[in-house]
């Protein structure tokens, strides 16, 4: 047992620094700088490229091949905060929000679903990526490519393509 001048001193100390503790979750809290809370994604920015989901360790972000659509779904209640998608993501559509409070009644509150556009091959109709990743292709390297011909093509008829023309200029040549 402590003597009665060491509990003094502590009681003495405690006076001085007051109150160190918030009455969480009554009072609100501020994180700290640079913690890291739940990922949001731009519906707008986001291709579809699934980036995100191939460096996502816990799973909680999948990328789903539905033919038509390819989907990306996102659960919360497996995150772990950790930025991978973040940094993973090529047109910044993830951001780390300070928000770590997710509890909630309803299961379909930590669900974030996203459907993107499927484009077909123009040779074997087969559908092979999306809409928006066409269209960034597209912007990137027009000035680069007078003429974009094998965007629309899936690589496998891309590569038929290439080398059926690699073929006719090696006749002509």
Avoid: H
């Avoid at 809290?29 to 707008?44: A, L, M, N, Q």
């Avoid at 909680?60 to 991978?84: N, P, Q, T, W």
């Avoid at 780390?96 to 091959?121: H, M």
């Amino acid at each position: 047992m402590a003597s009665i001048g060491k509990r003094l001193w502590y009681l003495k100390k405690a006076i001085e620094i007051g109150t160190v503790t918030k009455r969480y979750p009554f009072e609100p809290t501020e994180p700290p700088e640079g913690s890291r809370g739940k990922p949001v994604i731009d519906f707008t920015k986001c291709i579809g490229c699934g980036a995100c989901a191939n460096v996502c360790t816990p799973q909680a972000l999948r990328f789903i091949d539905l033919k038509e659509y390819k989907r990306l779904e996102l659960f919360y209640g497996r995150c772990i905060f950790c930025g991978m998608c973040q940094e993973a993501c090529p047109v910044d559509a993830i951001q780390l929000t300070k928000d770590f409070e997710l509890a909630t009644d309803d299961l379909n509150d930590l669900y974030v679903v996203i459907e993107l556009k499927s484009v077909r091959c123009e040779i074997c109709n087969k559908y092979f990526t999306t809409k928006r990743i066409i269209l960034k292709i597209n912007d990137e390297v027009r000035d680069v490519i007078e003429e974009i011909e094998y965007t629309k093509l899936c690589p496998e008829c891309r590569r038929k393509e290439s080398s059926t023309k690699l073929v006719g200029w090696r006749a002509l040549g």
